[in-house]
């Protein structure tokens, strides 16, 4: 049988995005690089500063948004991402990680939330 991850490599270009929002849901916090910050900062009309006091967190050497681990992105709002012309890297790269690429237990785990990744990689189901 063929590994998911394979049938992943193969078809990633039909991958093609629902905007169910499940991913933004699901537990886990969204990482922020310097061009991030500038774009989110300049979307929301705010200055970098104050963007960042107000919506991250540093996480090591790392900035993250604020918000819980268990409740997902607080940038997910009843109509869907507040910020998706600018979302992060993080966000604009999902499903195509690298670990994604690697590890089945890893493609698995996005497979039971995203109906668009399932739908490439198992479409008989
Ligand atoms: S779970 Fe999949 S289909 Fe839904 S928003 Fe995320 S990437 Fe798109
Ligand atoms: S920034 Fe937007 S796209 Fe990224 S996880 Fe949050 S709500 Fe989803």
Not at 44 to 52: D, I
Not at 70 to 99: D, H, K, N, V
Request: aromatic share 14%; charged share 30%.
């Amino acid at each position: 049988m063929t590994a998911i991850t394979e049938i992943f490599r193969k078809k990633q270009n039909e991958f093609s995005c629902g905007r169910c929002g499940k991913c933004c849901a699901m537990e886990g916090y969204v990482f922020l690089n310097r061009d991030d910050v500038e774009a989110i900062a300049a979307y929301m009309g705010m200055e970098k500063t104050s963007f960042l006091k107000k919506h991250t967190l540093r996480y090591g050497d790392r900035i993250r948004f604020r918000g819980e681990y268990a409740r997902g992105c607080p940038m997910l709002e009843s109509s869907g991402c507040a910020i998706y012309p600018a979302r992060p890297r993080q966000c604009r790269t999902f499903p195509f990680w690298y670990e994604n690429f690697r590890y089945e237990s890893s493609l698995e785990h996005c497979m039971e939330y995203c109906g668009s990744l399932r739908r490439i990689i198992r479409p008989q189901r």
